[in-house]
C-alpha cells in the first residue's frame, strides 16, 4: 500500500507542479477559447489542465517501472504501451478539440481508435463474472470492450460542466474501486502489484492534485484531454479486473452476501462508482436522438446545468454530484463487508438524504409562490421571478436568441 501512496503522491505533485505552469502561461499568451453559449464560468478559462494530468501520470507510472516490486507490472510490456499508447493519442485528439473545436465524428473516430489499440494489446472483456464464468468469444469480446471504453469516455467527458466536478467524481470512484481490487487480491491470494491498481493510484493522484486548480472559481479546466483520458484509464483498469479473480472465493459473514459478491459487485461496482457520469450521458444520448439530433451534439441541459437552474449555487452542485457517487459507490463497496441488511438501509437513506438535498430549491420556490399567490402583491411576485431560476434561464435563453436573429439591433 505504501507504494502505490507514493506511487500517486508524485503524480499529484507533478500535476499540480505543471498545471501552475499551464496556468502562467496560458494568461500569458492567450491561450484560451473563447467562452460558449452553454459554458457555465463567466471568464475565459485555459483548457489544457488535460496535458498536465498526463505528463503526472506518465512520470508516476516511470517511477513505478523503477520499483522492484512492481516489476511484474512490467513484465508484459505490450499491454502498459498498449495503455500508453492509447492515453497518448486521447489526450492528442483532446487538446486538438480543446483548440480547434473537433466536430463529433472526428472525435468518435479516434476514441474508436484509442479503445481499438487497447483491445488488440489483450486488454479485454473476455469473461463476464455472472454465477461463475462465462467465456464470450473473440469477437463479441472486442466489440464489447471497445463499446465499454467509448461509453465511459464519453460520460466521464459529457459532465465537465462545472469547476472541480469531474476531478472530484473520479477521485471519490477511483479511491473506492482502488479499495474493491485490492481487497478482492488480498482475499483471493493474487499479485498486490498489478497493472489495475496502478493505474487506479495514478489515476487518483493526478486528480488530487489538479483538483485545487480546478475548484471554483476554477484556474485551469481539464477540458476533453482530461476528461477523456481519466474515462478511458478507468475503463481500462476495470476491465482488466474482470474476470482476473473468482470473487466467490471470497469468504462472507452470511451467505447472501458471499451470493452478491460473487455474482454480482465486480458488475455492479464499476458501474456504480460511475452512476451519475452514465446517468448523464444516458439522458443525453435519449434527449438528443428524440430531437432528432446527434447523440454529440451539445446542448445545457446536462445534469448539472439542471442542478443550476433549479437554484443551486455552483459550489452546491458540484457537491451534490460528490454526494450521490459516494453513496452509491461506498454502498456497493459495503456489501463485501457489511450484512446485506445495514448496508441497504445505508444506501437508502443516504439516497433519501441526497434526494431531499437536489429538490430543495424546488421546494423554496414553490413556497414563495404560495406566498405570491396569497397576497397577491407585485414585489412578491417579483420576488419569486427573482429566486426562479427555471424561467431566469429560459428568459435569457430566449434574449440570446433573439439577439443571434436581429444582430443589428443587438449593437444598440
Request: aromatic share 10%; net charge neutral; with cysteine.
Amino acid at each position: 500500500m505504501i507504494f502505490y501512496l507514493l506511487v500517486a503522491a508524485v503524480s499529484a505533485i507533478v500535476t499540480f507542479g505543471l498545471a501552475l505552469v499551464i496556468v502562467r502561461l496560458s494568461n500569458r499568451y492567450r491561450l484560451y477559447p473563447r467562452i460558449r453559449e452553454r459554458d457555465v464560468h463567466t471568464r475565459p478559462t485555459p483548457r489544457l489542465g488535460g496535458v498536465a494530468m498526463f505528463l503526472g501520470m506518465a512520470v508516476a507510472f516511470g517511477l513505478a517501472s523503477q520499483i522492484s516490486l512492481f516489476s511484474i507490472v512490467f513484465r508484459d510490456p505490450q499491454t502498459v504501451l498498449a495503455v500508453a499508447g492509447a492515453a497518448l493519442l486521447i489526450v492528442l485528439l483532446g487538446v486538438a478539440d480543446d483548440v480547434w473545436d473537433l466536430d463529433w465524428l472526428t472525435k468518435l473516430a479516434g476514441q474508436i481508435i484509442a479503445a481499438g489499440l487497447l483491445a488488440w494489446q489483450g486488454v479485454q472483456i473476455s469473461t463476464l463474472p455472472i454465477g461463475g464464468q462465462t467465456i464470450v468469444s473473440p469477437y463479441v469480446s472486442l466489440s464489447i470492450t471497445i463499446l465499454a471504453v467509448v461509453l465511459v469516455m464519453n460520460a466521464i467527458n459529457f459532465i465537465d460542466g462545472l469547476d472541480g466536478l469531474v476531478a472530484g467524481v473520479a477521485l471519490i470512484a477511483n479511491a473506492v474501486f482502488f479499495v474493491y481490487v485490492y481487497f478482492l487480491q488480498q482475499q483471493a491470494q493474487t499479485e498486490y502489484f498489478n497493472l489495475a491498481s496502478l493505474i487506479t493510484a495514478v489515476v487518483i493522484g493526478a486528480c488530487a492534485g489538479f483538483l485545487p486548480m480546478n475548484f471554483h472559481p476554477a484556474k485551469l479546466f481539464m477540458g476533453d484531454a482530461g476528461a477523456l483520458t481519466i474515462g478511458l484509464l478507468m475503463a481500462t483498469s476495470a476491465i482488466l479486473v474482470t474476470g482476473e479473480v473468482d470473487p466467490g472465493l471470497i469468504a462472507q459473514p452470511d451467505r447472501l452476501n458471499a451470493f452478491l459478491v460473487g455474482a454480482y459487485i465486480p458488475i455492479l461496482l464499476p458501474f456504480a462508482v460511475l452512476i451519475v457520469p452514465l446517468l448523464d450521458f444516458g439522458l443525453a444520448i435519449i434527449r438528443r436522438l428524440r430531437a432528432g439530433k446527434s447523440p454529440f451534439s451539445a446542448d445545457r441541459k446536462h445534469l448539472h446545468h439542471r442542478l443550476l437552474d433549479m437554484g443551486h449555487s455552483h459550489l452546491h452542485a458540484v457537491l451534490i454530484f460528490y454526494a450521490w457517487t459516494t453513496v452509491v459507490a461506498l454502498g456497493s463497496l459495503a456489501y463485501m463487508f457489511v450484512p446485506f441488511w445495514w448496508t441497504t438501509l445505508f444506501i437508502v437513506v443516504g439516497l433519501a438524504i441526497c434526494t431531499i438535498v437536489t429538490l430543495s430549491p424546488l421546494s423554496r420556490r414553490k413556497a414563495l409562490e404560495a406566498v405570491a399567490q396569497t397576497t397577491g402583491t407585485r414585489d412578491e411576485n417579483a420576488d419569486v421571478a427573482r429566486y426562479d431560476q427555471l424561467d431566469a434561464a429560459a428568459d435569457a435563453s430566449a434574449l440570446s436568441h433573439a439577439a443571434a436573429d436581429k444582430p443589428e439591433e443587438s449593437l444598440r
